[in-house]
């Protein structure tokens, strides 16, 4: 397994485009200089030793450079070793909606940024419990398998937002069906779902599903999101709001929690029932259920003794620099000499 210890330093492999525009507006303008002086194979005749195309192979060079020492000052480590064992906790499923309505600010400073801030606070206070997360608007999607990579659980939240998902909708059922399938279920681990949804334009039977799942000793909690009074949903165009979404008369569409049908799933699903406010997201009050749910054993892998590997990349960033030094920006006039396509007059 691949890892870096000082991840937040290849940001700084964002310098290369930069380069290479500084790069090729020099080399613009020394051409332009050049042309400047006359007619180009007059100029070659008088400066013989100009190379143009040995800048861009010292560029290229040092560009791999800078790279090699990039990723080897964030020191990538490769894990050697796997050890199996084992660990006491429960599986939890987050169901989360992505529906454009999620991005009614009733919830500061939407409702879905709400909900994932959220859950990586919940993330924060996992220790053994394992955490998968499934995303849901008209269709339901798996953004993360169960697991117990608390950072990868954070980074694949951290990418989510309501262009994931293509087809527009609510479809809880869809998403309690795909998190039954989602679970291990030859762990043996107690399993719980929390669904965070604000309930608008629910389309198919979440509470048949609910049951289905309750039928398998899986325990269905739902957060609400936003208010009853309801707020519009924002029309975002290159990150920015440029309006509200309107119905087919022009007026500007309000949503609004489906409280009603929350409730109904949670009570189906043997569960809690919490509306989150700007206050509390009510992740408090389901994980104080999850955590006097009964703890059982399951098997694990982790990754041990991760051997460093960046001496490879800081030995080819000086292999690189060496070549660059030692090619000239001039031509060698010795093998100028040879040009066996020159036609003589």
Same mark, same amino acid.
């Given at each position: 397994?691949?890892?870096?210890?000082?991840?937040?330093?290849?940001?700084?492999?964002?310098?290369?485009?930069?380069?290479?525009?500084?790069?090729?507006?020099?080399?613009?303008?020394?051409?332009?200089?050049?042309?400047?002086?006359?007619?180009?194979?007059?100029?070659?005749?008088?400066?013989?030793?100009?190379?143009?195309?040995?800048?861009?192979?010292?560029?290229?060079?040092?560009?791999?450079?800078?790279?090699?020492?990039?990723?080897?000052?964030?020191?990538?480590?490769?894990?050697?070793?796997?050890?199996?064992?084992?660990?006491?906790?429960?599986?939890?499923?987050?169901?989360?909606?992505?529906?454009?309505?999620?991005?009614?600010? %009733?919830?500061?400073?939407?409702?879905?940024?709400?909900?994932?801030?959220?859950?990586?606070?919940?993330? %924060?206070?996992?220790?053994? %419990?394992?955490?998968?997360?499934?995303?849901?608007?008209?269709?339901?999607?798996?953004?993360?398998?169960?697991?117990?990579?608390?950072?990868?659980?954070?980074?694949?939240?951290?990418?989510?937002?309501?262009?994931?998902?293509?087809?527009?909708?609510?479809?809880?059922?869809?998403?309690?069906?795909?998190?039954?399938?989602?679970?291990?279920?030859?762990?043996?681990?107690?399993?719980?779902?929390?669904?965070?949804?604000?309930?608008?334009?629910?389309?198919?039977?979440?509470?048949?599903?609910?049951?289905?799942?309750?039928?398998?000793?899986?325990?269905?909690?739902?957060?609400?999101?936003?208010?009853?009074?309801?707020?519009?949903?924002?029309?975002?165009?290159?990150?920015?709001?440029?309006?509200?979404?309107?119905?087919?008369?022009?007026?500007?569409?309000?949503?609004?929690?489906?409280?009603?049908?929350?409730?109904?799933?949670?009570?189906?699903?043997?569960?809690?029932?919490?509306?989150?406010?700007?206050?509390?997201?009510?992740?408090?009050?389901?994980?104080?259920?999850?955590?006097?749910?009964?703890?059982?054993?399951?098997?694990?892998?982790?990754?041990?003794?991760?051997? %460093?590997?960046?001496?490879?990349?800081?030995?080819?960033?000086?292999?690189?620099?060496?070549?660059?030094?030692?090619?000239?920006?001039?031509?060698?006039?010795?093998?100028?000499?040879?040009?066996?396509?020159?036609?003589?007059?």
């Amino acid at each position: 397994m691949l890892r870096f210890q000082y991840i937040q330093l290849l940001w700084g492999l964002a310098l290369i485009p930069l380069l290479v525009l500084v790069f090729v507006w020099i080399s613009r303008w020394k051409k332009k200089a050049l042309r400047s002086l006359g007619d180009e194979k007059t100029v070659s005749r008088i400066i013989p030793q100009v190379s143009f195309s040995r800048p861009v192979i010292k560029f290229v060079l040092f560009s791999l450079a800078f790279a090699s020492l990039i990723i080897g000052i964030a020191n990538p480590q490769l894990g050697t070793k796997v050890e199996e064992g084992k660990r006491s906790g429960s599986d939890l499923m987050i169901l989360l909606d992505v529906s454009n309505s999620m991005l009614a600010g %009733d919830l500061a400073p939407s409702r879905l940024e709400n909900a994932k801030r959220a859950i990586s606070q919940l993330i %924060d206070h996992l220790h053994n %419990d394992r955490i998968g997360i499934i995303i849901f608007a008209g269709e339901a999607y798996v953004q993360l398998p169960i697991t117990t990579d608390y950072a990868a659980a954070k980074l694949f939240l951290n990418n989510i937002n309501t262009d994931i998902v293509p087809t527009q909708g609510t479809a809880i059922g869809a998403a309690i069906n795909m998190g039954m399938k989602s679970f291990d279920q030859t762990s043996g681990t107690s399993k719980a779902m929390i669904v965070m949804t604000d309930g608008e334009n629910h389309e198919d039977d979440a509470v048949a599903a609910a049951k289905a799942a309750v039928s398998k000793d899986v325990i269905i909690h739902v957060i609400g999101l936003g208010s009853p009074e309801g707020a519009p949903v924002p029309i975002f165009k290159n990150g920015n709001p440029v309006g509200f979404h309107k119905d087919e008369h022009g007026q500007t569409v309000i949503s609004k929690l489906n409280e009603n049908m929350c409730k109904e799933i949670s009570a189906v699903g043997h569960g809690v029932y919490v509306r989150a406010s700007n206050a509390n997201s009510g992740l408090g009050i389901v994980m104080n259920q999850v955590a006097s749910m009964e703890k059982k054993t399951y098997d694990t892998k982790v990754f041990k003794n991760y051997e %460093d590997r960046f001496q490879v990349f800081i030995a080819l960033a000086l292999l690189f620099l060496v070549l660059e030094f030692f090619i000239s920006n001039r031509k060698n006039l010795k093998w100028s000499a040879w040009n066996l396509f020159e036609v003589k007059s």
